[in-house]
């Protein structure tokens, strides 16, 4: 292996899981002269920066980006400029990278003569208890997430509309203009769409495992995905692009307005709310049995509850962003 890595890590107050993280990646097997990480840090308040500065004088390849404008695009495109890779890898914080996930991207880049490659994401939790445990369990599941390939797997290598914590050629980053300073969140499949707007071949590796570490209560779970869907909208607006997203982010709406629509009706034509009741029942049996199904340590209660927590929170993200859609940001 020949190639440089630089691997960004935009980050906010992480101090629970940046140790973790950036010694995932040092330890990851990649030869450590070939190797860099970049973290850029949007002024964190607690001891994330203290931490990184240890480990930066322990490895001088590791080195503290200081991020003044403290949001996640701007992290990314400070990396992209300060790097020196061949490829760039955009790490997450809040994950870490099963051994050898370098070196298997950088060579699937020739394999399959690729633009930008990724491995799967494994959801797991620091602390388990009922609720993080139901939590792990819904986001990998198709119910909970879709079609999302990187997350209910795949057997074989193949070509996907976006990767997770992806290793991409630095070249054609820079030549796109970076990622999209306006976006919050979605930059990574907002990019992707644009990658392949252009040509590009994004692959998924599935000999490579990257570990998220998901959100451990219903409450934060609940503002995370609110958020999601929320910018799912944003991004479409920002973008001029209905593109920008995938169907599959866009289904829990379509689930919540044959919940309200019908109902509204039912006051002109009463008879319209059995729709809105066989939507819910339908939803609920749907969700009831596979809560009953699905491979998890936690109570079936609680799976079921994470369920309806996940889709919920995320069709009212989306509902907020259509009615907000014209909005100033």
């Known amino acids: 292996m ?160 976006t990767v997770p914590f992806g290793l991409y050629k630095r070249k054609m980053l820079v030549d796109l203009g970076g990622f999209n300073l306006q976006l919050r969140r979605n930059q990574d499949m907002e990019m992707s769409k644009r990658l392949a707007a252009h040509g590009a071949r994004i692959w998924l590796i599935p000999t490579v495992q990257a570990i998220y570490y998901a959100r451990e209560n219903w409450s934060s779970f609940y503002q995370n995905n609110f958020l999601n869907g929320l910018w799912n909208i944003r991004t479409i607006r920002i973008t001029g692009r209905l593109k920008s997203i995938g169907l599959r982010h866009i289904t829990p709406i379509i689930f919540l307005m044959s919940l309200v629509l019908p109902t509204a009706l039912a006051f002109w034509y009463p008879p319209l709310v059995f729709v809105s009741i066989l939507s819910l029942l339908t939803y609920l049996l749907v969700i009831l049995y596979f809560s009953f199904r699905i491979d998890s340590k936690a109570a079936p209660f609680h799976v079921f509850w994470t369920f309806i927590v996940l889709h919920f929170s995320y069709a009212f993200g989306l509902t907020k962003g259509v009615l907000t859609f014209h909005k100033k940001i």
């Open 2 to 161: 020949t190639a440089r890595v630089s691997v960004v890590i935009p980050c906010l107050n992480e101090e629970k899981y940046i140790r973790t993280c950036v010694e995932s990646i040092l330890s990851n097997g990649y030869p450590i002269n070939l190797l860099e990480v970049l973290v850029a840090d949007g002024r964190s308040t607690d001891q994330t920066r203290s931490i990184i500065s240890e480990l930066s004088t322990k490895h001088p390849n590791v080195r503290l980006l200081d991020n003044k404008e403290r949001t996640t695009p701007q992290a990314m495109n400070l990396g992209i400029r300060e790097a020196k890779g061949d490829f760039v890898m955009i790490a997450g914080a809040h994950s870490s990278y099963d051994h050898g996930y370098i070196g298997a991207c950088v060579a699937a880049m020739s394999t399959h003569d690729a633009d930008v490659v990724g491995g799967m994401l494994r959801t797991e939790v620091l602390n388990e208890t009922n609720t993080s445990l139901a939590i792990r369990a819904v986001l990998s599941h198709p119910v909970g997430v879709g079609n999302s390939m990187f997350r209910i797997g795949v057997a074989e290598p193949q070509r996907v509309d």
